[in-house]
């Protein structure tokens, strides 16, 4: 799909047509009706016991918008929900149009009744080149965005958002929109093709006085599920999201993707030689973490490859799983635009046992940066049954480094591969440094393994830069066209490093 480069620009704006109150500013709601969040769940129940029906879609015109003419309409953050007003939080939405052709609705709860968000044209600003475009009931907001006191008394700077089928984004304060979070994947990778559930309506608690949370509810619907959504948002250094997903199957769910992340990965020090660039990596996230249930803690680098992969590590109660931006320094990119040392990681950790299955990686060619080619999520290895109902809960950090550290244990901090002038492929790790890492590196272990090539054992050596362990080994590809690797440090018997797993593919 389209890029969050694009999307960045557009979470700067907003518009939606409909008659204007022109001598009252800001967002109006309707009429209040009694809310629980047994209502959504009610309202999942219902719709999947019926055939799928599509949303109406927005005039064609409205469709047919250029980006630049999208860009020439946007929030006048002065009309945000609860502006003015004591509650701790603003709120502004997001025109349908241009990638967004179908209106969701947004309703704010407060004392247990829920009002509609009715729309207004005379909250939005526009330039004069703003083209004339028809109005009709199809119209309405594509999406929210949730502002608040970050880091300066009264100015409100933006956390998260929730625009397109089912994608939202965070970020932790000071950071800028990278990866994105969806509320469920379906037939991702299917040679049939991807289908994407809906968020269709949304509902938001007004906040106590001093609260840092926010709690949205949310509908899902697609033609094979409908799900009731229940987010609780705090936001921070680290953005907290924990989930509450019921879920009603209206087919069987055999391809089903709990907890997704979207990402994307052109390039690092693994495949310089594809790209002219001059920066010396380009990505959103650099590779997938995963804690699984035996202990393990698996580095897995993430890689463009020249044709769709897709890699399962199975499991048994995943103790959590993300994407991560390890590489946190601007010389890592050197990109003054996209600023990529700034992009938040990910973290997702199973609120109950989620019992078998895998946390799935899908790698799509992409030889551009304005496209997501990285998907990963928990797939269970038993199938969700037609007219069954599936209940799970889960945390979402989102930060510089959200997921937990264990303690001692050596993370990897770049992965660098080229070929050698005698033939074969050298693979360089380099592992951070850390007290439990011994003076003498002979007294460490290397562990290096392929089932496909054949490998060297490997050599050890300290980086001066960073005083951290440095792993190098090489391989012949020979008549192979991929190849999977493992490689652990280890000392007394005991890991001293995380696992780096690894998949290389013939260029």
């Given amino acids: 799909m389209q890029r969050r480069d694009v999307l960045k620009s557009l979470a700067a704006l907003a518009a939606v047509p409909q008659v204007a109150w022109a001598d009252q500013p800001g967002l109006r709601v309707g009429n209040a009706v009694q809310f629980d969040h047994a209502d959504v769940v009610e309202k999942a129940r219902v719709l999947a016991a019926k055939d799928y029906a599509p949303r109406p879609m927005v005039p064609d015109a409205w469709q047919k918008l250029t980006y630049d003419q999208y860009r020439q309409i946007w929030f006048d953050g002065r009309n945000a929900l609860w502006q003015n007003s004591e509650v701790p939080q603003r709120v502004d939405v997001f025109p349908p149009g241009l990638y967004f052709p179908q209106a969701v609705g947004i309703n704010v709860v407060e004392g247990g009744m829920a009002s509609p968000v009715l729309f207004d044209l005379e909250v939005f600003d526009r330039t004069d080149e703003f083209p004339e475009l028809p109005l009709d009931e199809t119209l309405g907001y594509s999406g929210l965005r949730l502002r608040a006191e970050l880091e300066k008394p009264g100015i409100f700077?933006?956390?998260?958002?929730?625009?397109?089928?089912?994608?939202?984004?965070?970020?932790?304060?000071?950071?800028?929109?990278?990866?994105?979070?969806?509320?469920?994947?379906?037939?991702?990778?299917?040679?049939?093709?991807?289908?994407?559930?809906?968020?269709?309506?949304?509902?938001?608690?007004?906040?106590?006085?001093?609260?840092?949370?926010?709690?949205?509810?949310?509908?899902?619907?697609?033609?094979?599920?409908?799900?009731?959504?229940?987010?609780?948002?705090?936001?921070?250094?680290?953005?907290?999201?924990?989930?509450?997903?019921?879920?009603?199957?209206?087919?069987?769910?055999?391809?089903?993707?709990?907890?997704?992340?979207?990402?994307?990965?052109?390039?690092?020090?693994?495949?310089?030689?594809?790209?002219?660039?001059?920066?010396?990596?380009?990505?959103?996230?650099?590779?997938?973490?995963i804690h699984n249930g035996g202990g393990e803690i698996i580095w897995r680098p993430l890689s463009n490859p020249t044709r769709l992969q897709i890699s399962a590590f199975g499991d048994n109660n995943p103790r959590g799983f993300g994407l991560m931006q390890r590489k946190r320094e601007f010389g890592d990119y050197n990109d003054l635009e996209a600023l990529y040392h700034d992009r938040p990681a990910v973290w997702i950790t199973p609120n109950e046992d989620w019992g078998q299955g895998s946390v799935t990686l899908v790698e799509i060619p992409a030889d551009l940066e304005i496209y997501d080619n990285i998907v990963a999520y928990w797939r269970p290895s038993k199938a969700i049954p037609a007219g069954s109902e599936h209940k799970m809960s889960y945390g979402l950090r989102w930060g510089a480094e959200p997921a937990p550290r264990e303690h001692g244990l050596l993370r990897v901090q770049n992965t660098a591969m080229g070929g050698r002038p005698e033939g074969g492929q050298i693979v360089v790790i380099d592992f951070e440094t850390g007290d439990a890492l011994p003076e003498d590196l002979s007294t460490i272990e290397i562990l290096v393994r392929s089932n496909d090539v054949e490998t060297t054992p490997g050599i050890l050596q300290r980086n001066p830069e960073t005083n951290g362990p440095r792993l190098a080994f090489t391989f012949q590809p020979d008549e192979a066209d991929v190849a999977e690797f493992r490689a652990q440090l280890r000392i007394d018997g005991r890991p001293l490093s995380e696992v780096w797993l690894y998949r290389w593919t013939k260029p």
């Fill in 157 to 289: 700077q933006e956390y998260a958002v929730f625009q397109g089928a089912s994608y939202f984004r965070g970020i932790g304060t000071g950071e800028i929109y990278g990866l994105s979070a969806r509320g469920l994947a379906v037939k991702t990778g299917d040679p049939m093709g991807e289908e994407f559930p809906d968020f269709t309506e949304f509902w938001l608690e007004t906040p106590a006085a001093g609260s840092n949370t926010t709690v949205l509810h949310a509908l899902l619907d697609s033609p094979s599920v409908a799900g009731a959504y229940r987010f609780e948002i705090t936001h921070g250094v680290v953005l907290e999201m924990q989930i509450e997903a019921h879920l009603f199957a209206r087919t069987e769910l055999v391809n089903v993707g709990i907890a997704p992340l979207t990402s994307m990965f052109l390039f690092d020090d693994t495949m310089r030689q594809r790209f002219s660039d001059f920066r010396p990596a380009v990505h959103d996230s650099d590779g997938l973490l």
